[in-house]
């Protein structure tokens, strides 16, 4: 009687300790925070790979809406002045052909053109000379109106082809304000500077402090002005771009190399 409940004892203690290694059972505070340590560690990294994709999608999409806003924005600019230019031009002529009856886009611009071309031959002839002198005779007896022809004039001269009346004749460079330092500016006109023992050629040089309108004249030395090979319509863009259409490379003219040889020999 006795061994068989010692027999019983043991098979059921045996029993406990097999079901004790199959079934995991409730430890302390430390197991489960250890056993919940993977499972929260991988949630963040999910977490983590999920913000650094956000934020590298972000940086892409905001470069190329940026990338398309740059090329974009220039040539809408260029089509929208361009449609207001030939609407603008447009206008002059096409009432007159909608009198007739007439309503043809794009005719009254040509007729625009044209007109004005027509000018452009008129006015290089000796009559043509005479006329525009006769009606500048009358404009500038006029007191309000002779000053906004006369401001008119200077900035349509300063793009003039005739090399005559051009009002800027060059582009210059020239040292300002301090040693080391350039300005870009626009040769107007030379005068010759007398005193009692010789005298000295001095170049006129506008040098625009606000696109093309404000700026400074500086007389400079002749031999110290440098002449980039540019020509003017090119530096008139170079300035009212703010520099940005400027060259990478700018070449000095044939004419301003000995100039400049021989002054760093003289300072030298």
């Known amino acids: 009687m006795a061994d068989e409940k010692a027999a019983i004892a043991i098979s059921s203690r045996d029993r406990e300790r097999d079901l004790q290694l199959l079934i995991p059972v409730a430890g302390s505070p430390n197991d489960v925070a250890a056993s919940c340590k993977p499972s929260s560690s991988s949630s963040s990294s999910q977490q983590t790979g999920r913000e650094t994709?956000?934020?590298?999608?972000?940086?892409?999409?905001?470069?190329?809406?940026m990338t398309g806003c740059v090329?974009?924005?220039?040539?809408?600019?260029?089509?929208?002045?361009?449609?207001?230019?030939i609407h603008f031009v447009d206008g002059f002529f096409s009432p007159i052909y909608a009198?007739?009856?007439?309503?043809?886009?794009?005719?009254?611009?040509?007729?625009?053109?044209?007109?004005?071309?027509?000018?452009?031959?008129?006015?290089?002839s000796w009559l043509g000379a005479s006329v525009l002198a006769l009606g500048e005779w009358f404009i500038k007896r006029m007191p309000f109106v002779r000053h906004i022809y006369n401001a008119s004039k200077q900035i349509s001269s300063a793009i003039s082809p005739d090399q005559n009346t051009k009002a800027f004749k060059e582009v210059a460079i020239i040292r300002h304000p301090r040693i080391g330092e350039y300005a870009f500016g626009f040769i107007t006109s030379t005068v010759t500077l007398q005193s009692y023992s010789e005298e000295e050629e001095l170049c006129c040089v506008y040098v625009p402090t606000n696109h093309l309108y404000i700026g400074d004249v500086f007389l400079v030395n002749s031999q110290d002005v440098i002449r980039p090979n540019l020509s003017?319509?090119?530096?008139?863009e170079i300035v009212v771009s703010g520099g940005m259409s400027m060259p990478q490379i700018l070449s000095i003219l044939d004419s301003d190399i000995r100039p400049i040889d021989a002054r760093r020999r003289t300072r030298s």
């Open 99 to 124: 009198k007739l009856g007439i309503n043809i886009f794009g005719l009254g611009f040509a007729t625009s053109v044209s007109f004005i071309f027509l000018v452009g031959v008129f006015m290089s």
């Open 232 to 236: 003017v319509r090119e530096g008139i």
């Open 71 to 85: 090329i974009l924005f220039p040539i809408a600019i260029t089509f929208y002045i361009t449609w207001w230019f």
């Open 53 to 65: 994709f956000y934020r590298v999608f972000r940086s892409w999409a905001s470069k190329k809406f």
